[in-house]
């Protein structure tokens, strides 16, 4: 049975769990693969993954906020979001070190959580 860790609930848990998940495979709450871990950023709220790069397209880097995420599935590798490929795909784009820019996307994923939410 996959160990699983669930969507944390402070800044200081992420911290905790956000560190290691360079590489993860990230999939949406379809089940749909959305991309790979490439980095997170400095004040731990945010993971950059990349996604595409199939012969069609290039490859794009994406800011998922940390509320987007449903569950860590550490011993498959594998992150679980609550937010649909499109979601990520329409995300504001991010600014490192920029407050402002982390506030827009965490507001961007809540929406939309929420409007997918029963």
Same mark, same amino acid.
């Given at each position: 049975?996959?160990?699983?860790?669930?969507?944390?609930?402070?800044?200081?848990?992420?911290?905790?769990?956000?560190?290691?998940?360079?590489?993860?495979?990230?999939?949406?709450?379809?089940?749909?693969?959305?991309?790979?871990?490439?980095?997170?950023?400095?004040?731990?709220?945010?993971?950059?993954?990349?996604?595409?790069?199939?012969?069609?397209?290039?490859?794009?880097?994406?800011?998922?906020? #940390?509320?987007? #995420?449903?569950? #860590?599935?550490?011993?498959?590798?594998? #992150?679980?979001?609550?937010?649909?490929?499109? $979601?990520?795909?329409?995300? @504001?784009?991010?600014?490192?070190? $920029?407050?402002?820019?982390?506030?827009?996307?965490?507001?961007?994923?809540?929406?939309?959580?929420?409007?997918?939410? @029963?």
């Amino acid at each position: 049975m996959p160990e699983l860790i669930r969507q944390p609930e402070s800044l200081a848990e992420a911290v905790a769990i956000s560190a290691a998940l360079t590489g993860f495979t990230v999939v949406d709450r379809h089940n749909e693969r959305v991309g790979v871990v490439k980095s997170v950023n400095a004040e731990r709220t945010c993971l950059i993954v990349e996604a595409g790069g199939s012969f069609f397209s290039l490859k794009q880097q994406h800011a998922v906020h #940390i509320v987007a #995420i449903s569950s #860590i599935d550490v011993s498959g590798f594998k #992150i679980v979001l609550a937010a649909s490929r499109d $979601d990520v795909a329409d995300a @504001p784009e991010f600014h490192h070190g $920029d407050a402002r820019s982390d506030i827009a996307i965490a507001g961007h994923y809540g929406d939309r959580i929420s409007a997918a939410s @029963p």
